[in-house]
């Protein structure tokens, strides 16, 4: 998972960097619209995707061991007693 979040903080500073700085680039016109625009509309695009690749991660892998603990603890906290 932390090279994905590498990617994606590297895709967006260079987003960022490239409308800081080469702002003939990002205005150059690309099917109807300019760069800029196109690389704007792809960092939703790939939030999404990130996003629903996580979800789907986390609930194969992630809510089943969740699930686990949750019965250990709750199978424990009877026989503690209720001492505080």
Same mark, same amino acid.
């Given at each position: 998972?932390f090279? !994905?979040?590498?990617a994606?903080? &590297?895709?967006? $500073?260079? +987003? #960022?960097?490239?409308? /800081?700085?080469?702002?003939?680039?990002?205005?150059?016109p690309?099917?109807? !619209?300019?760069?800029?625009?196109? &690389?704007?509309l $792809?960092? +939703? #695009?790939?939030?999404? /995707?990130?996003?629903?690749?996580?979800?789907?991660?986390?609930n194969?892998? !992630?809510?089943?061991?969740?699930?686990?603990l949750?019965a250990?603890?709750?199978?424990?906290?009877?026989a503690q007693g209720?001492?505080?």
């Amino acid at each position: 998972m932390f090279p !994905l979040t590498a990617a994606f903080m &590297l895709w967006f $500073l260079g +987003f #960022v960097l490239l409308g /800081a700085y080469a702002h003939e680039f990002m205005a150059t016109p690309l099917m109807g !619209l300019n760069v800029g625009m196109w &690389l704007g509309l $792809l960092q +939703f #695009v790939s939030t999404f /995707a990130i996003t629903m690749w996580y979800v789907s991660f986390a609930n194969k892998r !992630l809510d089943p061991l969740t699930a686990e603990l949750r019965a250990e603890l709750e199978a424990r906290e009877p026989a503690q007693g209720g001492e505080q």
